[in-house]
């Protein structure tokens, strides 16, 4: 099982930026995913996440409006797009899998998650 984040880079303020999330070893239909950062000197925060039952999404609310997760089952791949980047995203960016979700909405503790993927770095700066 491994889960490869990619799509980081450097990006001014207000642009976008779209992560991949690709998947291999086990399916998306049955695992959901979570996206994940850590900015630095910060503890690593859930942002968002996808059911693999129905596709519901979730959002923290600082990224609610401005990112959004998405998959292709086909493609083994779940993706995040960032929109209105801020300085304050800054961060390294990881995905991660869960087998038992959902979990009636509640998706942000770590224990949660059975994989993890390494991490893609985001820099916003001008």
């Known amino acids: 099982v491994q889960l490869q984040a990619s799509g980081g880079g450097l990006v001014e303020p207000g642009n976008s930026l779209k992560l991949s999330c690709v998947v291999s070893g086990f399916s998306l239909d049955d695992y959901s995913i979570g996206w994940f950062r850590q900015a630095p000197g910060k503890e690593r925060e859930a942002i968002s996440y996808i059911s693999s039952r129905d596709g519901s999404t979730y959002y923290i609310d600082s990224v609610k409006g401005r990112f959004t997760i998405s998959r292709d089952n086909a493609k083994n791949t779940v993706y995040l797009q960032m929109n209105s980047l801020k300085p304050e995203d800054t961060a390294v960016y990881t995905c991660?899998?869960?087998?038992?979700?959902?979990?009636?909405?509640?998706?942000?503790?770590?224990?949660?998650?059975?994989?993890w993927g390494q991490g893609t770095l985001v820099t916003v700066s001008s």
């Open positions: 991660a899998a869960d087998l038992r979700g959902p979990h009636g909405g509640i998706w942000t503790p770590e224990y949660l998650y059975d994989f």
